[in-house]
């Protein structure tokens, strides 16, 4: 990680200014003060030549992605056990793991594996899901803060219809939060805490109500599912038969946006009520295309979300999802936009790889503020790719290579990596002083 946040980075730069909206500036120079985009030019002004150049000729300069909803504990056993639903998945597959994370030896293993992939991939933000283990949930974001890459990371709380070996009593559970928070709270410059109730039926409503208590006192965001599975939708009705929908039952206990920065994983099943409900509380939504199709939830109508104009990033939910990478979570939500126009609604088009790259760029981003996109004002996170498009027996426009990186970019195609202005890695070595 290196800290020097003022210099220039030279390449073809592609960002997104909205869903439809691309901007190519090809061999060009970004332009970064003090961690922000200060522009794009086609030459060096003047007054930027005391500035370092970090010369990526040739090679693609995109914004970070941002990765709305992740499990870190589940990307041990990720690509595992795809052929049960969500409830015995969790109970046979995902929470077996996590109770492993009580030990902080295998903590320490198994989130440095984790974290040096994170390192290493498109993501520069994230929204981490931990365990409800205080200890090893501190131990992930030391690490985290050690790579440069901008975290939200959450404590796990679950106090009910999960089994002995992983579940708190409320008072604990409540406790153990506030206790975490006062010792991580301002502590570390890259990585926050995010209230985390793993979702309404693990949570009673004594234990919801006093989360999102917590978020006012200290100003905290909140992350958690919705409507994933059909299944799950049912349960939710007979633990909370007040509310109309899943969603009302959160909005009921004070956990759904307004006040509170919010994010929910999967939204598959919201009905009208639910996404008038979202968007007047400004909730985001973290579209998990890998996850939906791997424990058979189904798929978002993701068209009618963006239609409607809810606040939408791409998740990996690892490790329902199977990769870590959002290039590969781009082409899955392009492909099952497909089969949602093939086989569920005809009239609604599938999304567009511009789309999807606005998704996992700035739609994700702004869930950090100013972040995804390289307009100006906007917090410096940048991946250099050396993509395979050139020197091929044909050439491709700067747009088409950005098109074709979605449904093949390997990890090693990523060369350098900067996240508000800091340098996270640069293997392409490539810098000069003018
Ligand atoms: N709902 C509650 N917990 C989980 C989880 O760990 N993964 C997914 N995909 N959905 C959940
Ligand atoms: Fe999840």
């Given at each position: 990680m290196k800290k020097e946040t003022s210099f220039?980075?030279?390449?073809?730069?592609?960002?997104?200014?909205?869903?439809?909206?691309?901007?190519?500036?090809?061999?060009?120079y970004l332009v970064c003060m003090n961690g922000e985009v200060e522009g794009v030019y086609t030459s060096i002004p003047k007054e930027f030549y005391k500035l370092r150049l970090y010369n990526y000729e040739g090679c693609l300069i995109i914004p970070g992605m941002?990765?709305?909803?992740?499990?870190?504990?589940?990307?041990?056993?990720?690509?595992?056990?795809?052929?049960?639903?969500?409830?015995?998945?969790?109970?046979?597959?995902?929470?077996?793991?996590?109770?492993?994370?009580?030990?902080?030896?295998?903590?320490?293993?198994?989130?440095?594996?984790?974290?040096?992939?994170?390192?290493?991939?498109?993501?520069?933000?994230?929204?981490?899901?931990?365990?409800?283990?205080?200890?090893?949930?501190?131990?992930?974001?030391?690490?985290?803060?050690?790579?440069?890459?901008?975290?939200?990371?959450?404590?796990?709380?679950?106090?009910?219809?999960?089994?002995?070996?992983?579940?708190?009593?409320?008072?604990?559970?409540?406790?153990?939060?506030?206790?975490?928070?006062?010792?991580?709270?301002?502590?570390?410059?890259?990585?926050?805490?995010?209230?985390?109730?793993?979702?309404?039926?693990?949570?009673?409503?004594?234990?919801?109500?006093?989360?999102?208590?917590?978020?006012?006192?200290?100003?905290?965001?909140?992350?958690s599912h919705l409507s994933e599975n059909k299944g799950e939708i049912k349960w939710v009705k007979e633990l909370f038969p007040s509310a109309d929908s899943y969603s009302a039952a959160y909005e009921q206990l004070g956990t759904f946006g307004g006040d509170i920065h919010t994010v929910m994983a999967h939204c598959l099943y919201i009905d009208k009520y639910e996404m008038d409900l979202m968007k007047k509380n400004g909730v985001y939504m973290a579209h998990c295309p890998s996850s939906n199709t791997n424990i058979l939830s189904g798929i978002a109508p993701l068209r009618t979300y963006l239609d409607y104009k809810i606040q939408i990033g791409l998740g990996s939910d690892i490790g329902a999802g199977d990769n870590l990478s959002l290039f590969n979570v781009m082409a899955e939500a392009i492909k099952v936009s497909k089969l949602y126009t093939c086989l569920v609604k005809a009239e609604l088009k599938p999304i567009t790889s511009r789309e999807a790259f606005y998704l996992a760029t700035k739609g994700g981003g702004s869930f950090f503020g100013k972040v995804g996109s390289f307009?100006?004002?906007?917090?410096?996170?940048?991946?250099?790719?050396?993509?395979?498009?050139?020197?091929?027996?044909?050439?491709?426009?700067?747009?088409?290579r950005l098109e074709r990186l979605i449904y093949s970019a390997k990890e090693n195609d990523i060369v350098a990596k900067y996240c508000k202005g800091t340098q996270i890695f640069d293997c392409y070595k490539s810098n000069s002083l003018l």
């Open positions: 220039i980075l030279r390449g073809d730069i592609v960002y997104s200014k909205a869903p439809l909206e691309i901007v190519v500036n090809e061999d060009s941002a990765d709305l909803h992740l499990h870190a504990p589940q990307y041990s056993f990720r690509g595992l056990n795809m052929d049960l639903e969500l409830i015995q998945w969790l109970e046979q597959v995902a929470f077996p793991e996590e109770s492993k994370y009580s030990e902080l030896i295998y903590a320490n293993e198994a989130y440095d594996y984790f974290v040096e992939d994170l390192k290493k991939s498109a993501t520069t933000r994230a929204c981490v899901f931990a365990t409800l283990h205080p200890q090893s949930t501190i131990l992930l974001m030391e690490k985290l803060e050690k790579t440069g890459l901008h975290c939200m990371v959450g404590k796990v709380n679950m106090d009910r219809n999960s089994p002995d070996y992983l579940v708190e009593g409320t008072k604990d559970s409540i406790t153990r939060t506030k206790k975490w928070i006062t010792s991580v709270k301002d502590k570390y410059q890259n990585v926050i805490p995010i209230i985390t109730p793993r979702f309404l039926p693990s949570c009673t409503d004594e234990l919801m109500i006093e989360l999102g208590n917590i978020c006012r006192e200290y100003q905290l965001p909140l992350q307009e100006v004002g906007y917090e410096l996170d940048a991946i250099i790719i050396k993509d395979y498009s050139q020197g091929q027996p044909r050439d491709f426009q700067v747009e088409e």
